[in-house]
């Protein structure tokens, strides 16, 4: 509309923030491997250089398709720039052999991080950009590489046809690691918005919290959440609530809060890859919601599955503020035939719980309308999906659809799925980096993933319970000495 273009025409000027992310020696290697885009632009810049004053609007149209919450296409391509004539920023000029301003290179963003890139080079996932003189031009080449037909003029959720249909290609779940991440910053956020942290939901988040430190599928959350578990008794002392009226504010608690990003600092990112919907409204956190609870039901040892089961029963009754939405899953939890003893009853009871979730709200979205029309509820997975999982083909009974399920192939399946194949693009993401302390502390995570205490040890230890693994244990463990070493000192 009219009040669009104008929008878009004043964006050319100084008032909106720059769309292009501004990068520099010391955050260029890990905003590169963190992106969930699957290509880069990098353009090298000076800030002297009037050419590229004057290329800037170009290049800030392309990137307002890409970049940012409000980007008609969020997550496919980051649009980046680096300011040569700074001189922090002179080494990494040279590592990409920057010999003329603006200089535009193309490439899987982790191919950029920790590189290098001469023209000489051959057999380089990374590519110069020869034609990029304007907006239109560069969007074109855009277009060729990656065969998308992007616009200019494209606005958010119109031209959706550029969505990826995610239930026919299971590769398409790869993209969503991103999105548990995103549904794992959103649930934490919401927490601490709504001061949900109270007496009695404090041991259900930190049960919630040992199961995320051990077995989220992606690392930074894995050492987001770990910190955070590590100075719970500090953020949030059981004793604040015994005293009674000692609230404190969301602001306050933002305060003390800062430096614990759950899933670190590029997280949440404000927008949905794989969970994104054609409207504003539809999908989104619940759906990275599903996703996260999927990947946690599959990655659990069978020794931990009925904890896990209640953590995520647990955490969905006192967290989920969808008042319908956690009644009827509580119900489910509640009717659930108990104690799970495998990892293989965990997921499949989790499973067939949300396909009794899709079939309810196959029929409400039908009648109200308010479904997301080109993400209809199906049961899953389809038999494109999983051919297998289907021991006959669907008969129709009551107008409802009835499956007869091989529920080995289900497991196998969803292990596959949820398993692998969701973490396969974020390992890509970490290949070749150098291993800096950070990782090493990751390490031990992974290490001790498998490391399940036994039950009825755990049980014993009522309120540090150490089901989800050694790691978490010790370093609440640790915690608890080093504040009574405090106090003895004191
Ligand atoms: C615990 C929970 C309870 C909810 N209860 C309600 C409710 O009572 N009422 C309500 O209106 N909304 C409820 N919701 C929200 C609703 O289920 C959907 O999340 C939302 O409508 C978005 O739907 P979606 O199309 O993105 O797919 P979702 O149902 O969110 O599923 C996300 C993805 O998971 C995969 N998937 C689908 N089914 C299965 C399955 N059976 N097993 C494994 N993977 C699967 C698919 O790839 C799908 O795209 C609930 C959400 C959660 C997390």
Redesign the pocket.
Known sequence: GPSRSLLRTLGDGPDLPDAAVDLNSSNFDRVLKESPAAFAVVEFFAHWCPACRNYKSHYEKVARLFNGPDAPHPGIVIMTRVDCAMKMNTNLCDRFSVGHFPMLLWGPPPKFASSRWDPKQEKSEIQSIDDGRTADRLLKWINKQIGSSFNLDDEKYENENTLPR??SDPE??AR?IYDVEEATAGAFDIILEHKMIKSDTRVPLIKFFQLLVTHHPSKRCRRGSAEILVNFDDLWPSDLFSVGSQETNVLQERGRLKGYLICGKEVPRGYWI??R?SKND??????????L??SLSVRVADGESHLAFTAICDF?HNF?I?E??????YDMCSSASVPFNTTRDLSLW??????K??E??RK??KALR???PR???????PEQLCPSCYLSSISKRNGTAQVDWNEDEVFNF?VQ??GKTLVSSYKDASLGRNKSDESVADDIITSTNAVAVPLGAAMAIAFASCAFGALACFWRTQQKNRKQRKKNRG
Do not use: M
């Not at 993400?375 to 997975?381: E, H, M, T």
């Open positions: 995610n239930d398409q779940i969503a794989f969970c919907g539809t999908r989104g956190f619940s759906c990275g919601l599903w996703v609870l999927h969905i989920f969808c319908e939405c956690r009644r009827h899953f989790l499973w067939s719980t949300h396909n979730v899709n309810r709200l409400e979205e308010t479904g997301d993400f209809p509820k199906v049961i899953w997975p969803l799925y949820y």
